[in-house]
């Protein structure tokens, strides 16, 4: 009996100093995680403006039915959006402005591939950083896929 409680409490010590240093190891990787969201946060700025261009709408739809070459907003690249625009002298004559942004989205683009862009302002929040996302257009009463309220 005195062996196996020295066998047990030789076996709980092992396991209080193995769960000490996994909590140390855990701490050290925290905070090299945080640094690295620092630097990360760094490289990409503060402030990061995304614009998200809305896929045109189909023939039979409501709203009309224009294709690619009617709308006026184009994604250009992953960081530009080009407006075509009335002259300011001659309504007839189009000017084709460009407009540079951090991040793009083509019209087709997942809800996945926008919620992984803002993922590392969610890991600061939960560091404990202000964080502010503002997102702004027209909505849904339910604008995301897989919506988790349930509408």
């Known amino acids: 009996m005195a062996q196996a409680s020295a ?9 209080e100093k193995r769960c000490t240093s996994q909590a140390l ?14 630097e990360l946060r760094a490289l990409k700025g503060n402030i990061r ?13 409501t709203g009309g039915d224009a294709t ?11 960081f530009t959006i080009a407006l075509e625009t009335a002259g300011r002298g ?9 407009y540079e942004f951090d991040t793009v989205f083509a019209p087709d683009a997942s809800q996945q591939t926008v919620y992984d862009e803002a ?13 502010c996302l ?14 988790f309220w349930g509408l």
């Open 7 to 15: 066998g047990a409490v030789a076996k709980a010590t092992e396991l």
């Open 25 to 38: 190891e855990l701490k050290k990787e925290a905070v090299l995680r945080k640094k690295a969201m620092n």
């Open 49 to 61: 403006v995304c614009a998200r261009v809305r896929p045109t709408r189909v023939a039979g739809t």
């Open 68 to 78: 690619a070459d009617d709308v006026a907003l184009q994604r250009t690249d992953e």
């Open 90 to 98: 001659r309504k007839d004559e189009l000017v084709l402005r460009k």
């Open 119 to 131: 993922l590392d302002l969610l890991q600061m929040s939960m560091d404990g950083y202000n964080v």
């Open 134 to 147: 503002f997102a702004y257009g027209q909505v849904r009463t339910c604008a995301c896929d897989g919506c």
